[in-house]
Nanobody
Framework: QVQLVESGGGLVQTGGSLRLSCAAS????????MAWFRQAHGKERDVVAV????????YYINSVKGRFTISRDNARDTVYLQMNSLKPEDTAVYYC?????????????????????WGQGTQVTVSS
């Protein structure tokens, strides 16, 4: 049924860039807000960035502000995460998620339980 498939992860040096993509299938894409979460080894899964269904609202965790950009192409049912100036602490498995966002309050959009569909994840490794 619904599938979210991430791509674009890999190994990059400190200061480098990667663009992650998440392609949605069998999803009424424009009805869903989209988010990127990440989980480093031994740590909890935390939100990185969120974008509303229209793309009009975005949210970023403080540690990635100014470095990461979330965007979406509703014509292609795809959400992106452009990651620049990467740091070793960005190393994690990155997950794409889709959820019906009734509002764009921080409490709602940052909670993993808000999101109904999840991708399998893509590994991002930043070497120093």
């Amino acid at each position: 049924q619904v599938q979210l498939v991430e791509s674009g992860g890999g190994l990059v040096q400190t200061g480098g860039s990667l663009r992650l993509s998440c392609a949605a299938s069998e999803l009424d894409f424009t009805r869903y807000g989209m988010a990127w979460f990440r989980q480093a080894h031994g740590k909890e899964r935390d939100v990185v960035a969120v974008i509303s269904w229209s793309g009009g609202n975005t949210y970023y965790i403080n540690s990635v502000k100014g470095r990461f950009t979330i965007s979406r192409d509703n014509a292609r049912d795809t959400v992106y995460l452009q990651m620049n100036s990467l740091k070793p602490e960005d190393t994690a498995v990155y997950y794409c998620a889709a959820g019906r966002l009734m509002d764009f309050t921080i409490g709602r959009i940052t909670a993993a339980q808000t999101y109904y569909y999840w991708g399998q994840g893509t590994q991002v490794t930043v070497s120093s």
